[in-house]
C-alpha cells in the first residue's frame, strides 16, 4: 500500500502533529528529522488518520508511524521527504528497491518494480556506451513479439503511461548485463526521452512483472524466479536482490514460490485529508492514495 503525499501535505501534517506529540526531542537520524527518546517520561503520540474520499478511514496507531532507530532508545516520526518529493510513511508506503548498476564506475542507479513490465533508463550512465537500438523488423524484434510497437525511422518506440499521471517515452535498445563471470546480450529495455511526473526525477527502473520485456523473463537461466530481502532503516544494511530458484542453500527446505498476478485496473483512492487526535487537516486535491 503506497501514500503518495506531496511535500506541501507533509509539512501540514508536521505542524499538527509536533503541536500533538510530547516527549524529549532526540536528534535527527538520517532523513528522519522528528526523532525522540523513546522512555522519557512524557512521551505520548496521537493516532493520524488518513480520510479517502468515499467514506473510508485508514487510521494510524504510533506503531505505524514511529520507526526506532539507534537500537531501541530512539524513534522517529516515519514520514520523511524522499528524493521525488513524496514522503515514505513506515507501515503505509512500502520501501522501495534501490539497486546500484556498477557504483564503483559511476554508474546510475535503478528502483526494481515487481508491477514494472519493462526495464528503462530516463537517463543514460555517465560512463556507458552508446547501446544498439531496437529497429523494426531485426531478429531481436521479432523474437520479442513487440505487437504494440511504434515504429518511427524504422527504430522501435515506446510508451508507458500510470495512472498518477506519470509517464514516459523513449526508444528501444539492446544492452549487455554483466552479473559476475555471466555476460547477458541483447537484453531489450527502454532509454526514455520524455518522462514526467516520478518518472522525471528516477535514474532508471528495474522491471520484474511479467510479459516478455520483463528483466527476469529475457534472462532464461533464471526460470522466471526472483527474491529479495528489504532491510529495515534501522539495521542501516543492505539487502539483497537474487535471480533464479536453484541457489542452493539460500532458500530452507520447503520453500515455495509465489506468482505474481498482473492487474489491469488497480485501485486508487483520493485522499481528502487526514486527522491527528481531533484536530482534522484538509488534504489539497490533487493527493492519490495508491493501493496494490
Known sequence: ???????????????????????VRAPSVLIFDTCYHQYSDNFQF??????LLGGPILTLESHGFLIPVD?????????APSAVG???????????????????????????????????FSTLPLKI???TLLFCGSPAYDAL??????????KCGYEVNYADGS?????LMLETF???????????MGCGHNNQGSFNVIAGMLGLGGGRMSFVNQIPETGGAFSYCLPSYSILSPGWLRFGCGLGGAFPLGAAWALLVYNPEPQIFTMSGFQVLVLRVLAYPYLKTFFG
Not at 496521537?46 to 480520510?51: A, E, T, V
Not at 537500537?71 to 514520514?79: D, L, N, P, R, Y
Open 1 to 23: 500500500m503506497v501514500v503518495a503525499l506531496p511535500m506541501v501535505a507533509y509539512e501540514a501534517l508536521w505542524d499538527v502533529f509536533i503541536a500533538k506529540a510530547s516527549g
Open 46 to 51: 496521537p493516532s493520524i488518520s488518513f480520510y
Open 71 to 79: 537500537g531501541v532508545e530512539t524513534v522517529c516520526f516515519a514520514f
Open 86 to 120: 513524496l514522503s515514505i510513511i513506515r507501515n503505509v508506503q512500502q520501501a522501495g528497491i534501490q539497486i546500484s548498476i556498477d557504483e564503483a564506475r559511476g554508474y546510475v542507479g535503478v528502483i526494481a518494480g515487481v508491477t514494472i513490465r519493462m526495464t528503462r
Open 129 to 131: 556506451q552508446l547501446p
Open 145 to 154: 513479439l513487440l505487437n504494440d510497437c511504434r515504429c518511427h525511422a524504422g
Open 167 to 171: 509517464y514516459t517515452k523513449g526508444t
Open 178 to 188: 554483466t552479473f559476475g563471470q555471466m555476460r547477458i546480450q541483447n537484453m531489450a
